[in-house]
């Protein structure tokens, strides 16, 4: 009996040595809760160009890095960068954005950003290298 208790006790203390030793465990999401935002001048940086319209039919994801600014992808290798003409408020805190568009076309001068009743005009849209922001993991 002595014998079980030493050699259960001695297990129970490695298991504690080495549970106290152990770097924490740091999960997907905590991560990407810590990493910072991406800013518009991020995403400015992959820039291709100005575009004078864009299919909206296809937007999979968008993101608002200001009030200014919003993101929309068409798909996992075409991403757009749409400038406003002034802030859109709660553009930021939306969880859910629309496209106002010309038969799925969106335009600068003519398209807008819906978030609630509020209408944001897009004054400028950038194509943006998809594959590239992904390859740098910033999205």
């Not at 770097?23 to 940086?45: E, I, L, N, Q």
């Not at 820039?47 to 009030?67: E, I, K, L, Q």
């Not at 400038?83 to 038969?103: H, K, N, P, R, V």
Request: charged share 20%; aromatic share 6%.
């Amino acid at each position: 009996m002595r014998l079980v208790l030493a050699i259960a006790s001695a297990v129970l203390a490695a298991a504690l040595g080495a549970c106290a030793s152990a770097p924490p465990a740091h999960d997907a999401a905590h991560a990407d809760a810590t990493k910072p935002r991406p800013t518009a001048d991020d995403y400015r940086r992959y820039a291709r160009g100005n575009v004078p319209s864009f299919n909206s039919s296809n937007v999979t994801d968008w993101d608002a890095p200001d009030p200014q600014h919003v993101v929309v992808w068409t798909s996992p290798a075409e991403a757009y960068l749409l400038t406003l003409f002034g802030a859109c408020f709660g553009l930021e805190s939306a969880s859910t954005i629309l496209l106002s568009a010309d038969g799925g076309v969106v335009r600068p001068g003519g398209g807008a950003v819906m978030v609630g009743a509020e209408r944001c005009r897009i004054q400028f849209v950038e194509k943006l290298d998809a594959r590239a922001m992904k390859a740098d993991k910033l999205r």
